[in-house]
């Protein structure tokens, strides 16, 4: 699907393979891990042994950058919402996910006999959605397409149900199943129907685990022109139709991921659900989940930003003009940290001072802060940089969570601008979550942070 200057298409990749998965078991008692797969690991199917960290680090801005698009009109289409507008108009549909915004993989089973699907894990999603036969007029995939037909326990969902009304589009079919039609920004549409299916995955643990009648949507017609490995994602959101929702009190609505170090190349994360998700320990801490529109997306209040001893007051973000609360969101799909231009600034300036470092320009054209470090040794100390979160939740960010090696001996702060206040959307990247264990309790709407070596967890 061609890009715009301001919309993006979907770029979902996934894998479906024809596997059977045996002896599955669920017992919401025990929690159980997931391992996930970054983007740009030698483990992922993307991974381009011809890239260069320069070339890394600029797709990962542009990613980021396309993803802030997407937050912000997410957010301005929720606060549009209750208007009343023709189905036709392809702006009024929903976007999922933005145009090969992701960061993070994931597997997991489809149906019965199961199918492997290797897909998008993604915290700023709900829907899960993958392409099924038959497919009309549909984009083609290298993957096969997943066949609910060979599925013993595929059912539709009836229009004017409960479930259906989840969905921020709908209609009613001829066969009076819940159709749902998906629009993006260049008019492309993917429609098809809202079911149930088994859903397993294979738990790291080594105890496999399966759950019936997950809600997902099986698209049977996609009008636009995708990427041959476009098809589908896993949402992990907080809306309704996500995973961590449908599983609720399974896993007792929590969730937990530990990213390492972006250096760490041959390491994996874990995505952990119910009780393999709890954090603790003595230095964790505990700060608000707070309550937006859309109620996908993760939202936390943002005191302030402290460099070494100096405070760097928030301006009021996008997501923040209705309420003081809610102005910065947290999501791991997307690398780079975004906060508005005036208090970048401030942080910025306040780096510059506390850093005896020649500056210099950053070679790929995208940081404004940057230093020479060549010969530096472990002679110079950087600062730690703060985000106190609302509940006295102070999240210090090392070296290694603020700034990024931009090129040869040289290291930049690994924050860019979200624009002008009154339209930016403030997010807390990848970089800056790495070697947290973070945990997500949507009971409670707590999120925790506990530094944890990743690597090793």
Known sequence: MAHSSRYFSTSIFILLVATHLPNLVWCSSNGFSVEIIHRDSPKSPLYDPDSTPSSRIRAAVERSRS?????????????????ALPMDDANNFYSEITSNTFEYLMSFYLGTPANKVLAIADTGSDLIWVQCVPCKECYTQSAPLFDPQSSSTYKTIPCNTDSCS??????CGSSSQCDYQYGYGDKSIVEGYLSTETIGFDSTGGRPVQIPTILFGCTHQSNGTF?????????LGGGKLSLIRQLGSNIGSKFSYCLPSSTETSATSQLNFG????????????????????????FLSLEHISVADKTVAVGKPMQ????????IIIDSGTTLTLIDDSTLQSVESNV???????????????????FDVSGTGASVQFPEITFQ??????????KSNAFIDAGQNILCLAMISSGATADSINI???IAQQNFHIGYDLATMQLTFAPTNCATL
């Not at 923040?320 to 102005?327: D, F, L, M, R």
């Open 389 to 398: 979160f609302s509940g006295g939740a102070s999240v210090v960010l090392q």
């Open 320 to 327: 923040a003009k209705e309420s003081a609360k809610g102005n």
């Open 67 to 83: 993803r802030a698009i997407y937050f912000r009109d997410a957010i301005h289409r929720a606060r549009m919402s209750s208007s």
């Open 428 to 430: 807390f990247g990848n």
């Open 166 to 171: 989840l969905l921020p589009q709908s209609s």
């Open 275 to 298: 009780s393999n998700a709890i954090v603790s320990g003595s230095n964790a801490i505990t700060t608000p989940l707070i309550s937006g529109s859309p109620d996908t997306f993760y």
């Open 227 to 235: 990427d041959k490995n476009d098809a589908g994602l896993v949402g």
């Open 352 to 370: 510059k001072s506390s850093i005896s470092l020649p500056q210099v320009k950053d070679p790929n054209g995208v940081f404004n802060l940057c």
